[in-house]
């Protein structure tokens, strides 16, 4: 076999995850052309779809010499973020300096990330693009997993990581079970200018339901990330750049002054999706092929590369002497996932149902609950942390 492992996925997560496992013969297969052909990009030329990354994301990143390929510009750290209830009043902040810590999460542009981790690619020994062809069957026998890709070609390995998305096909040839349903809502994303200063503040309001947020980016500019029901996300996406930006500084009280549509909105329809497994013989699934949760919390992909690196360290500690593909082993990375995509699920649909729930007691226990977390330091910096990892 000329490759240890084949990811299938060149997404953020199936990178990452190439990258981090730099010390096995790595296969990776996407139709997608390689990023690294992107051109470098100019200030104003800005991706619509941003991240926000927890420092610990943003150390996997620097571990694998992806952090590093991101100009300094095009990476903007968030000092403090303001959580608002639906009720005026109720109001959540945590500051980076409270935390104990440099900065709460960095924002950074998709394509400049994707851009990176191609680059470090493009340096690594033994690792080979399989570039144009899907991925279309894979078989498991007790040696090799073995798959044929669109154009015919057909590769083998002892492991393969599903990194293929939301409606992965890895997870569908492993017979992975999954449950998934729909939030009932899409997210509209899209970049402003903004008159006023935003002080490197992440800001957020719940809004009985949709979730607005603006998120900072360097100069006097913001992402914003607005889940809402299918019927107001078609109504944003058909208004003219004037009227969305207006309609969202009705929405968010003006707090940073004018603001002006700077690219195109772009609109994702949000839904929950959980393999019931995230291994199987010579299977290992990462990313949003594993779990797919809502943006409210800016955490899907930060879930994905702690399963990149928690997965890529299991596959080193097998040296070379260990079969990667199995099954004994890939549960060591099973369980090691477990609780914490569990627990951010839980937190995340937990938010979600609650700030949806139209109940009056519900919302004006929420709201509560807001000014409660803020006025108590020492649960807010619990909460702050859950986000830093
Ligand atoms: C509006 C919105 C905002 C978000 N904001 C944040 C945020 O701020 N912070 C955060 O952490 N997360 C955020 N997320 C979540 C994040 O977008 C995802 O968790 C992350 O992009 C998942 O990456 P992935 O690489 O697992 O999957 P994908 O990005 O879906 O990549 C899958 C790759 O697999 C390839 N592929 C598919 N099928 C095949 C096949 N058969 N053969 C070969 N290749 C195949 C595709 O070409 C693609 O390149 C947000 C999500 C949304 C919708």
Redesign the pocket.
Known sequence: MEHDLIV?????????FARAARGSRVAL????APASSEQARVPEDLDS??????PG?VAFLEQIKAWQEIAPERKCAVRSMRVRGDDAAACLEFDAYDAGVPELAW?VE?RELRRALWQALATQDAFVHFAG????SLEADADAVHLA??DGRRISARLVVG????????RGAARIEVSERSYAQS???ANFSCARPHFNIAFQWFQGGPVLAL?PLSGERVSM?W?TGEAQAAQLMAASPKELAHRVEQATGSELGALELITPARV?P?HCVSATRCVAPRVAL?????H??H?L?????????QDARVLAEVVAGAGTLRDIGELRLLRRYERSRREAVLAMRATVNGLFELFGAESGALRRLRNIGLNLTGSLPVLRNVLARRALA
């Open positions: 299938v996925g060149g997404g953020l997560i199936g990178a990452s297969v996407d139709p997608a779809r941003i991240y926000a990354l927890s994301s924002i998709e062809s899907a991925c279309t890709l669109a990194a293929d998305g939301a409606r992965s096909f890895v997210a509209v994303v998120l990330v889940s994702f949000l990462i990313g949003d092929a594993a797919v949760i943006p919390a800016g955490q899907g992909a930060n879930l994905g590369f």
